[in-house]
């Protein structure tokens, strides 16, 4: 990881952004998953109202949309924030800890929502700009669901953006550094379920039987040769067995083998290789085992792929914030995946990486029961909004 340079300002917290800080911490408190973010969609809803947006509900579900135009221009631009949380028994016991049994703000989505907020009332009392600002505040990026539904309820069409951009947090980035990566910045994913189907019978008598079992040992060993013989050395992929399911006591041989894949790529190329190679490796148990298979492939999300104009150009705007030195245009490979893919397969975009700090609480990972987003970074999240609306928008 890059060292910081020069720390950018902004770090330390002043009045201004002490009501966002309060903000994040009630939605740490109250957590709400998926798409059920129903009092983080009001409180967002109210505190856009009361600076002068023009507020837009219930779109794709609970995702609220706050409009802002200034100036004559036709040039408009989207900015969006998620706000859902995960299903974690949180380990923290700081003040602000979640107050929901098994509910938690794991991955900082809090955050993002107390950032944007702080932002809209950057852009709404000082920022110079000529065009709209489309704020979006997103349901269920979890499960990969929200950005999908929020498109189909007619998101771009009711407010038409040129472009559209969006943060996240990032645990051992230092704060005051910033990723902007062009090209595929997160991963596809992608959902296999796997049967394979044989011949229940008692353990005693197994030549009775078609055991299932020999067929997934060798089906798990097979899995790993895929990175490691079918994909060339820059083909990144990730292929992670989620579940296996099998058998009923432990003197029944089982009639079937469920398996649960996820697959990663940052390619659809690479997506449609590992496709081809598992449906191979299961024609292959066919003819060496005797069983039957079946494959079930459900696509979730595509990789995140930012454009190369529009990323350009919010590397350029945030170096005055960061500094040049801490304006990455390549950092850590990150296999996640991020429904906000499906935002920039529709409008050219960016999405960047906000470091979130190290130690215990920040350095730590997310979806992890020790994570804290950081305070501190808000400051920092609201100004490269501020500076992205008026660089995109800046009057003619």
């Known amino acids: 990881m890059n060292q910081l340079t020069n720390p950018a300002p902004f770090v330390d917290m002043n009045e201004q952004y002490v ?72 380990a923290n016991t700081f003040a602000h800890a979640s107050k ?44 990969l669901t929200g950005a999908k539904k929020m498109l189909d309820d007619g998101l771009f069409t009711r407010f038409p953006s040129d472009a559209v951009f969006a943060l996240h947090n990032m645990p051992g980035i230092p704060v005051g550094q910033i990723v902007a990566q062009t090209g595929p910045a997160m991963a596809s994913s992608q959902k296999m379920v796997c049967l394979l189907k044989g011949k229940s019978g008692h353990g005693a008598l197994p030549e009775l039987a078609l055991d299932p079992l020999p067929a997934l040992s060798a089906f798990i060993a097979a ?15 990730v292929i992670s067995i989620g579940s296996i399911h099998a058998g009923s006591s432990y003197n029944i041989i089982p009639e079937n083998v469920e398996i649960q894949l996820n697959v990663r790529t940052d390619t659809e190329a690479v997506r449609e290789k590992i496709n081809q190679r598992v449906q191979q490796i299961l024609q292959g148990l066919e003819l060496s085992y005797g069983i039957k298979t079946e494959l079930d492939i459900q696509f979730l999300v595509p990789p995140v ?9 919010v590397r350029e705007c945030l170096k005055p914030l960061f500094g040049d030195d801490n304006v990455l245009s390549v950092g850590q490979k990150v296999m996640g995946s991020e429904d906000f893919a499906w935002m920039l397969h ?31 970074i808000i400051p920092l999240g609201a100004q490269s909004w501020l500076r992205i609306v008026e660089h995109f928008l800046k009057p003619e």
């Not at 098994?102 to 702080?118: E, F, N, S, Y």
Request: proline residues 4%.
């Open 100 to 143: 929901i049994h098994g509910r938690m703000h794991a991955c900082g989505h809090d955050g993002h929502t107390a950032i944007m907020l702080a932002a809209a009332e950057l852009l709404a009392k000082q920022a110079n700009f000529s065009g709209t600002v489309n704020l979006i505040f997103q349901p269920a990026e979890e499960p």
């Open 19 to 90: 009501p966002y800080v309060k903000i994040r911490h009630h939605l740490h408190q109250y957590p709400e998953l998926e798409g059920e973010t129903v009092e983080a969609a009001n409180l967002v809803a109210e505190t856009l109202s009361n600076l002068g947006y023009e507020v837009h509900r219930h779109i794709g579900g609970n995702g609220v949309v706050g409009v802002l135009k200034k100036g004559n221009s036709s040039k408009a631009i989207a900015l969006r924030a998620d706000m859902d949380a995960l299903p974690i028994v949180e």
């Open 223 to 237: 899995l790993q040769t895929i990175k490691s013989r079918t994909l060339a050395i820059s083909e990144h992929a």
């Open 305 to 313: 792929i930012n454009s190369a104009a529009e990323t350009e150009q």
């Open 346 to 376: 529709e409008v050219p975009g960016c999405y960047m990486m906000l470091g979130n700090g190290e130690g215990q609480f920040h350095g730590c990972s997310v979806h992890n029961p020790h994570y804290d987003f950081n305070d501190q």
